[in-house]
């Protein structure tokens, strides 16, 4: 085998291990979006502020849980909120005056089993999902989310 016909075996090769390995690392060559790289293993579309003096419970829980490991990244699901929703307060008790808040959320495909809960006062917990809903409502399922509190 020439030494041109080598480089092309490799550069084949080199594509094809490619075309293999990125969805795996949660990198969708057909999307236009051009994620960013939060690190080797989060990518996003867009980045959301979140506003950490208008809601401070939520803004500490969701810091609280990302620091513990858990997602920074919302991959957007409404249609799956209900059942994650379920399967995250399944064992979790109600506490009188209090929400129990979610983290990753439950319109998150991360969200679910496992998510981080934490008890808050409602007024917080509400004034934050409905301020994150209306941030989000023009993204279609399947946007990911990075969330930035500040």
């Not at 579309?45 to 979140?50: A, G």
């Not at 401070?56 to 990302?66: F, N, Q, R």
């Not at 064992?91 to 009188?96: A, S, Y």
């Not at 808050?120 to 917990?125: A, E, G, R, V």
């Amino acid at each position: 085998m020439n030494k041109r016909t080598k480089k092309k075996l490799i550069y084949l090769l080199v594509v094809l291990a490619l075309v293999i390995i990125l969805p795996y690392l949660g990198i969708d060559l057909d999307n236009d979006s051009n994620p960013t790289v939060v690190d080797q293993s989060h990518y996003y579309d867009y980045e959301l502020i979140f506003p950490a003096e208008r809601y401070p419970e939520t803004a500490k829980h969701i810091s609280d849980a990302i620091a513990a490991g858990a997602s920074a990244v919302c991959t957007i699901d409404r249609e799956g909120a209900d059942s994650n929703r379920t399967e995250s307060l399944r064992d979790i008790p109600t506490k009188k005056g209090l929400d129990r808040d979610e983290w990753p959320m439950a319109m998150c495909a991360e969200g679910g089993e496992g998510a981080d809960i934490a008890y808050i006062s409602p007024s917080d917990n509400r004034g934050a999902g409905s301020w994150v809903s209306n941030q989000l409502e023009d993204y279609p399922n399947g946007t990911r989310i990075f969330f930035v509190v500040e």
